[in-house]
Nanobody, 126 residues
Protein backbone atom coordinates (compact mmCIF):
# COMPACT_ATOMS: atom_id res chain seq x y z
CA UNK A 1 0.00 0.00 0.00
CA UNK A 2 1.20 3.49 -0.87
CA UNK A 3 0.18 6.63 0.97
CA UNK A 4 0.54 10.01 -0.70
CA UNK A 5 0.37 13.48 0.78
CA UNK A 6 0.63 16.75 -1.17
CA UNK A 7 1.77 20.11 0.12
CA UNK A 8 2.87 23.45 -1.24
CA UNK A 9 -0.30 24.82 -2.74
CA UNK A 10 -1.39 28.39 -2.25
CA UNK A 11 -2.33 31.65 -3.90
CA UNK A 12 0.07 33.24 -6.36
CA UNK A 13 -0.14 36.00 -8.94
CA UNK A 14 -0.01 35.20 -12.62
CA UNK A 15 3.58 34.84 -13.74
CA UNK A 16 4.67 33.58 -10.34
CA UNK A 17 5.98 30.23 -9.20
CA UNK A 18 5.06 27.48 -6.78
CA UNK A 19 6.57 24.13 -5.92
CA UNK A 20 4.30 21.26 -4.95
CA UNK A 21 5.65 18.33 -2.99
CA UNK A 22 4.26 14.81 -2.74
CA UNK A 23 5.48 12.69 0.14
CA UNK A 24 5.11 9.00 -0.57
CA UNK A 25 5.32 6.17 1.93
CA UNK A 26 5.12 2.42 1.47
CA UNK A 27 7.14 -0.40 -0.01
CA UNK A 28 8.98 -0.56 -3.30
CA UNK A 29 8.14 3.02 -4.20
CA UNK A 30 10.34 2.93 -7.28
CA UNK A 31 8.05 0.25 -8.70
CA UNK A 32 5.42 2.93 -9.17
CA UNK A 33 4.97 5.51 -11.85
CA UNK A 34 4.20 8.84 -10.19
CA UNK A 35 2.12 11.61 -11.68
CA UNK A 36 0.47 14.93 -11.01
CA UNK A 37 -3.11 15.52 -12.07
CA UNK A 38 -5.28 18.57 -11.59
CA UNK A 39 -8.96 19.29 -11.49
CA UNK A 40 -10.54 22.68 -11.91
CA UNK A 41 -14.14 23.39 -10.86
CA UNK A 42 -16.58 21.92 -13.32
CA UNK A 43 -13.87 20.15 -15.29
CA UNK A 44 -12.55 16.61 -15.48
CA UNK A 45 -9.35 15.60 -13.80
CA UNK A 46 -6.48 16.02 -16.24
CA UNK A 47 -2.94 14.74 -16.46
CA UNK A 48 -0.20 17.29 -15.80
CA UNK A 49 3.13 15.46 -15.53
CA UNK A 50 4.49 11.99 -14.88
CA UNK A 51 7.79 10.40 -13.93
CA UNK A 52 9.17 6.89 -13.79
CA UNK A 53 12.04 5.82 -11.55
CA UNK A 54 14.09 8.91 -10.67
CA UNK A 55 13.68 10.58 -14.03
CA UNK A 56 14.41 8.10 -16.80
CA UNK A 57 10.99 8.71 -18.25
CA UNK A 58 9.20 12.04 -17.89
CA UNK A 59 6.23 13.44 -19.75
CA UNK A 60 4.09 16.55 -19.59
CA UNK A 61 0.78 17.72 -20.90
CA UNK A 62 1.05 20.23 -23.71
CA UNK A 63 -0.54 22.91 -21.54
CA UNK A 64 2.34 22.91 -19.03
CA UNK A 65 5.31 21.83 -21.14
CA UNK A 66 8.15 24.30 -20.80
CA UNK A 67 6.70 25.84 -17.61
CA UNK A 68 6.45 22.92 -15.18
CA UNK A 69 9.18 20.51 -14.10
CA UNK A 70 8.60 17.19 -12.33
CA UNK A 71 11.32 15.51 -10.31
CA UNK A 72 11.70 12.63 -7.92
CA UNK A 73 14.18 11.74 -5.23
CA UNK A 74 16.33 8.68 -5.95
CA UNK A 75 14.57 6.63 -3.27
CA UNK A 76 11.19 7.49 -4.73
CA UNK A 77 9.82 8.95 -1.52
CA UNK A 78 9.36 12.53 -2.73
CA UNK A 79 8.00 13.89 -5.98
CA UNK A 80 8.05 17.59 -6.75
CA UNK A 81 6.30 19.74 -9.31
CA UNK A 82 8.04 23.04 -9.94
CA UNK A 83 5.53 25.39 -11.56
CA UNK A 84 6.80 28.56 -13.23
CA UNK A 85 5.10 31.24 -15.29
CA UNK A 86 1.79 30.32 -13.74
CA UNK A 87 -1.40 31.31 -15.54
CA UNK A 88 -4.91 31.88 -14.25
CA UNK A 89 -5.97 28.73 -16.08
CA UNK A 90 -3.57 26.69 -13.93
CA UNK A 91 -5.94 27.22 -11.00
CA UNK A 92 -7.06 23.80 -9.77
CA UNK A 93 -6.71 21.21 -7.08
CA UNK A 94 -3.51 19.32 -7.77
CA UNK A 95 -3.30 15.62 -6.95
CA UNK A 96 -0.35 13.29 -6.62
CA UNK A 97 -0.97 9.76 -7.90
CA UNK A 98 0.88 6.45 -8.07
CA UNK A 99 0.43 3.59 -10.52
CA UNK A 100 2.12 0.20 -10.35
CA UNK A 101 4.25 -0.20 -13.45
CA UNK A 102 2.57 -2.86 -15.57
CA UNK A 103 1.74 -3.83 -19.11
CA UNK A 104 -1.17 -1.83 -20.43
CA UNK A 105 -0.73 1.12 -18.12
CA UNK A 106 -1.96 4.32 -19.72
CA UNK A 107 0.31 6.97 -18.21
CA UNK A 108 -1.97 9.96 -18.80
CA UNK A 109 -5.22 8.28 -17.76
CA UNK A 110 -6.37 8.80 -14.18
CA UNK A 111 -7.99 5.36 -14.21
CA UNK A 112 -4.54 3.75 -14.38
CA UNK A 113 -3.54 5.12 -10.97
CA UNK A 114 -4.39 3.12 -7.86
CA UNK A 115 -3.24 5.53 -5.18
CA UNK A 116 -4.11 9.18 -4.71
CA UNK A 117 -3.38 11.98 -2.31
CA UNK A 118 -6.07 14.33 -1.05
CA UNK A 119 -4.93 17.20 -3.22
CA UNK A 120 -3.65 20.71 -2.68
CA UNK A 121 -5.30 23.88 -3.97
CA UNK A 122 -3.41 26.15 -6.34
CA UNK A 123 -5.01 29.50 -7.11
CA UNK A 124 -3.47 31.86 -9.64
CA UNK A 125 -4.81 35.39 -9.55
CA UNK A 126 -4.71 37.88 -12.41
Amino acid sequence: QVQLSESGGGVVQAGGSLTLTCAASGHALLAYRMAWFRQAPGKEREFVAGIVWSGQTINYSDSVKGRFTVSRDTDGSTVRLQMNSLKVEDTAVYYCAAASIRVGLKPTSSSSYEHWGRGTQVTVSS
